[in-house]
């Protein structure tokens, strides 16, 4: 079928992998100068279909028309040959070059036919991207200069440099905060302008409402429907998700919260975090809120042991402890699940169990054969109660959707028996129903007598599940609000260092 209507048709689109069909007769379509929302829950296929049209992924049937032409896109070059180009999740420019370097990216202009590197040129075609991108930052700083909202924006740069029709972003707002996010739109609102189509991957629902002119919603591997955005709601979208109502998002927290049982006092390491004093309490869920660079993560880690302090004491259960390492932390009972999972946990080349079950060896019982069928018994129990999609519990995490991997390290420190869990930013790139449950299991823990400490950008989030809110702004404490004062517009004023 042709049909000049539409920039992409993607028609009967299917994508097996070894016991896995991932994509089953997708059809999906974009018009010219659209931002299509792609909403699903993990492992859905959202990251399938747009590897097969990006050309990482061959599909196994199916039919694709560009501006009503046939297209067969055997590798990337394919594709970024036809102006399709993908923004991911994880930040890729490069922090040693400025950021002209990186938007032209190794295919520099030249003075005419000769091998001298036109900069003035170069400079002047990045400076007019900007202006129209509406930023105003010198084409000539270094990118390893800017924030990770900038460094976005350079890859967004980048893309229209290099002519992009249809741009793809997966994810492209989980590292940023909510500041940040608003820039990042008002820029792809402006690539509109330009004619550039949009396909925007999310699990941020408000955030689809915000930008998108359709959403198509993905199940278990087929297309539920798309919809104008206009036509819809929270709740039908939901709905599409995960085939049901989802009930209240945060559990109501009607727990008593007990006495101290961790004491950070005097923390300090140079600028980064200065004199930090809190308490977190038996039972309560402590969110330390503030924007990147406000010196939150490196603070929790120095807690933890896996980031350095020159000064400051810590006591748990009223007794000083030296926590040289997460090895001592977990003598402990603490536990941290990190936010860079990819890099700091996940083992991708081990399978499900043994990823669940790797921070609570000891408790696995002896001999090899019993401890394997004890594995297996836990992590039955964390892929049915977090839903983790897999074909089994032996299925290495390297073949799991994104949003499951996150799952299974989740699995492991919920499963490991800490007293004290730091969670830093839990929920990113999680569904919205597997979110519910991960709330409901935080309050589970904490009404076993667990406490928390989290890091979360999402600012809903940190209002729904927190007992109190601690918030940094450059290594300082500028604000603690106890339940009863929680307020967005004083936590961003906090975390921007307005009084
Ligand atoms: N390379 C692969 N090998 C085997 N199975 C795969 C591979 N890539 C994806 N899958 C499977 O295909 C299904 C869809 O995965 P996909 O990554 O498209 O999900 P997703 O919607 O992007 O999820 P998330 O929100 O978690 O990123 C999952 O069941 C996943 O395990
Ligand atoms: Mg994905």
Same mark, same amino acid.
Not at 144 to 156: R, S
Not at 475 to 493: P, R, S, Y
């Given at each position: 079928?042709?049909?000049?209507?539409?920039?992409?048709?993607?028609?009967?689109?299917?994508?097996?992998?070894?016991?896995?069909?991932?994509?089953?007769?997708?059809?999906?379509?974009?018009?010219?100068?659209?931002?299509?929302?792609?909403?699903?829950?993990?492992?859905?296929?959202?990251?399938? #279909?747009?590897?097969?049209?990006?050309?990482?992924?061959?599909?196994?049937?199916?039919?694709?028309?560009?501006?009503?032409?046939?297209?067969?896109?055997?590798?990337?070059?394919?594709?970024?040959?036809?102006?399709?180009?993908?923004?991911?999740?994880?930040?890729?420019?490069?922090?040693?070059?400025?950021?002209?370097?990186?938007?032209?990216?190794?295919?520099?202009?030249?003075?005419? *036919?000769?091998?001298?590197?036109?900069w003035k040129g170069m400079y002047e075609e990045v400076k007019s991207i900007l202006k129209k991108l509406e930023v105003d930052i010198n084409p000539n700083?270094? @990118?390893?200069?800017?924030?990770?909202?900038?460094?976005?924006?350079?890859?967004?740069? *980048?893309?229209?440099?290099?002519?992009?029709?249809?741009?793809?972003?997966?994810?492209?707002? $989980?590292?940023?905060?909510?500041?940040?996010?608003?820039t990042v739109f008002k820029i792809i609102r402006g690539l509109k302008k330009e004619g550039i189509a949009v396909i925007f991957i999310s699990h941020k629902?408000?955030?689809?409402?915000?930008?998108?002119?359709? @959403?198509?919603?993905?199940?278990?591997? %087929?297309?539920?429907?798309? %919809?104008?955005?206009?036509?819809?709601?929270?709740?039908?979208?939901?709905?599409?998700?995960?085939?049901?109502?989802?009930?209240?998002?945060?559990?109501?927290?009607?727990?008593?919260?007990?006495?101290?049982?961790?004491?950070?006092?005097?923390? $300090?390491?140079?600028?980064?975090?200065?004199?930090?004093?809190?308490?977190?309490?038996?039972?309560?869920?402590?969110?330390?809120?503030? =924007?990147?660079?406000?010196?939150?993560?490196?603070?929790?880690?120095?807690?933890?042991?896996?980031?350095?302090?020159?000064?400051?004491?810590?006591?748990?259960?009223?007794?000083? @402890?030296?926590?040289?390492?997460?090895?001592?932390?977990?003598?402990?009972?603490?536990?941290?699940?990190?936010?860079? *999972?990819?890099?700091?946990?996940?083992?991708?080349?081990?399978?499900?169990?043994?990823?669940?079950? #790797?921070?609570?060896?000891?408790?696995?019982?002896?001999?090899?054969?019993?401890?394997?069928?004890?594995?297996?018994?836990?992590?039955?129990?964390?892929?049915?109660?977090?839903?983790?999609?897999?074909? $089994?519990?032996?299925?290495? =995490?390297?073949?799991?959707?994104?949003?499951?991997?996150?799952?299974?390290?989740?699995?492991?420190?919920?499963?490991?028996?800490?007293?004290?869990?730091?969670?830093?930013?839990?929920?990113?790139?999680?569904? %919205?129903?597997?979110?519910?449950e991960i709330y409901k299991l935080m309050e589970d823990l904490c009404e076993q007598g667990v406490s928390i400490l989290m890091i979360s950008s999402e600012?809903?989030?940190?209002?729904? @599940?927190?007992?109190?809110?601690?918030?940094?702004?450059?290594?300082?404490?500028?604000?603690?609000?106890?339940?009863?004062?929680?307020?967005?517009?004083?936590?961003?004023?906090?975390?921007?260092?307005?009084?």
């Open positions: 079928m042709e049909n000049n209507e539409y920039l992409l048709l993607m028609n009967n689109i299917s994508k097996e992998f070894p016991g896995v069909k991932a994509l089953k007769d997708v059809n999906f379509n974009l018009k010219k100068s659209e931002i299509i929302g792609l909403l699903g829950e993990n492992g859905a296929g959202k990251s399938t #279909l747009i590897k097969i049209l990006s050309g990482t992924y061959t599909l196994t049937s199916g039919e694709i028309y560009l501006e009503g032409e046939k297209v067969i896109f055997n590798r990337p070059a394919d594709a970024l040959a036809r102006g399709i180009r993908v923004i991911y999740q994880e930040i890729t420019t490069l922090d040693r070059l400025t950021i002209v370097e990186n938007i032209f990216a190794g295919e520099y202009l030249h003075k005419g *036919r000769s091998k001298i590197i036109d700083t270094v @990118v390893g200069d800017l924030t990770p909202a900038e460094k976005k924006i350079v890859e967004i740069g *980048r893309a229209i440099h290099k002519k992009a029709k249809i741009l793809i972003m997966d994810e492209p707002t $989980s590292a940023l905060n909510e500041k940040e996010i608003d629902i408000s955030e689809i409402f915000k930008i998108t002119d359709r @959403v198509a919603v993905l199940r278990d591997g %087929v297309m539920e429907g798309i %919809v104008n955005t206009v036509d819809t709601n929270n709740d039908e979208l939901i709905k599409m998700m995960i085939g049901r109502d989802l009930g209240e998002m945060y559990p109501k927290r009607d727990i008593k919260i007990g006495n101290t049982v961790l004491e950070v006092k005097d923390f $300090s390491f140079r600028n980064i975090y200065k004199d930090i004093n809190f308490q977190l309490k038996k039972s309560e869920i402590l969110c330390l809120y503030g =924007l990147l660079g406000s010196g939150r993560s490196q603070l929790i880690r120095a807690i933890y042991g896996a980031f350095p302090k020159e000064k400051g004491t810590l006591e748990i259960n009223g007794e000083k @402890v030296d926590i040289k390492n997460p090895v001592d932390s977990i003598k402990y009972f603490m536990g941290m699940v990190p936010s860079d *999972r990819k890099n700091e946990g996940a083992a991708l080349l081990m399978d499900v169990k043994g990823n669940i079950t #790797l921070a609570n060896i000891n408790s696995l019982g002896n001999g090899a054969f019993l401890s394997s069928e004890i594995e297996k018994e836990k992590a039955k129990k964390w892929i049915d109660s977090l839903n983790i999609k897999t074909p $089994s519990a032996e299925t290495l =995490l390297e073949s799991l959707s994104g949003g499951n991997q996150q799952k299974v390290i989740l699995a492991r420190w919920l499963e490991s028996g800490s007293k004290i869990l730091i969670l830093d930013e839990p929920t990113i790139g999680i569904d %919205v129903g597997s979110k519910v600012l809903q989030e940190v209002l729904g @599940v927190s007992d109190r809110i601690i918030v940094m702004y450059e290594g300082n404490i500028t604000g603690e609000f106890n339940k009863n004062e929680f307020n967005a517009e004083k936590l961003m004023k906090a975390a921007s260092g307005i009084n």
